[in-house]
């Protein structure tokens, strides 16, 4: 199958900081990414979707002036949260559809905690 | 819209014993379903997909699923577990229209015991 990574796998910041994190299409080509968030003992919960070269789809709820997401190449779309806060602490996920096998693969996930 | 309910959030086994775990969905147009596997700390990867034919799926690793349209169900089993199954399952919907985002179930922990 296809893989993506994710960098960093874990990032600790202070209330305040912004955080970038990079998901990368390793062996394919994704003209759409996803990111989503995880809170412990739950369910993923889609953030938005990320088309190459195009502004991001944010799911209602999500601020997109807080979650930043940039599609600049077909293998690497980022995710910035800009002045983190504790409760944006939590796990995110991103994934990246493969056309080839028709199939949405997963990062391993990034788990921030903001201090 | 698509909803999913997995109404079991843990499910503790005994090793070799068969395993069971539930997935529910409710959609106005037809779907793709799909079986995820996550281990502490990791992504989500795919266990198995029913996205058309026979309605009888299975993975590498001895599960299987079935779909069944009338119950709108699609559950998960495997005849006999092992510790190494331990970990979340997550059931997830998309339409089938192409390609589409995934909607999730909240999971369930299979918990597998000597």
């Known amino acids: 199958g296809a893989v993506v990574s994710q960098h960093p796998s874990r990032v600790i910041c202070k209330s305040g900081t912004s955080v970038k994190i990079e998901c990368r299409s390793l062996?394919?080509?994704?003209?759409?990414m996803f990111w989503y968030r995880q809170f412990p003992k739950q369910s993923l919960m889609l953030m938005a979707t990320s088309n190459e070269g195009s502004k991001a789809t944010y799911e209602q709820g999500v601020e997109k002036d807080k979650f930043l997401i940039n599609h600049a190449s077909l293998t690497l779309s980022t995710l910035t949260v800009t002045s983190a806060h504790p409760e944006d602490s939590s796990f995110y996920i991103c994934?990246?559809?493969?056309?080839?096998?028709?199939?949405?693969?997963f990062g391993p996930g990034t788990r921030l905690t903001v201090l | 819209a698509q909803s999913v309910t997995q109404l079991d959030s843990q499910v503790p086994v005994f090793e070799e014993a068969p395993v069971e775990l539930r997935c529910n969905y409710s959609s106005s147009v037809s779907v793709y379903l799909f079986w995820y596997v996550q281990y502490p700390n990791q992504g989500l990867q795919l266990l198995l997909k029913?996205?058309?034919?026979?309605?009888l799926v299975e993975s590498i690793n001895g599960f299987e699923a079935e779909f069944n349209k009338s119950q709108t169900s699609f559950h998960l089993r495997k005849p006999s577990v092992h510790i190494s199954d331990t970990a979340e399952y997550f059931c997830?919907?998309?339409?089938?229209?192409?390609?589409?985002?995934?909607?999730f179930g909240k999971g369930t922990m299979l918990l597998v015991s000597p």
């Open positions: 997830a919907v998309s339409p089938a229209l192409g390609y589409s985002t995934l909607t």
């Open positions: 062996d394919f080509q994704a003209t759409t």
């Open positions: 029913y996205l058309s034919g026979s309605t």
């Open positions: 994934s990246g559809i493969a056309a080839a096998y028709n199939e949405q693969f």
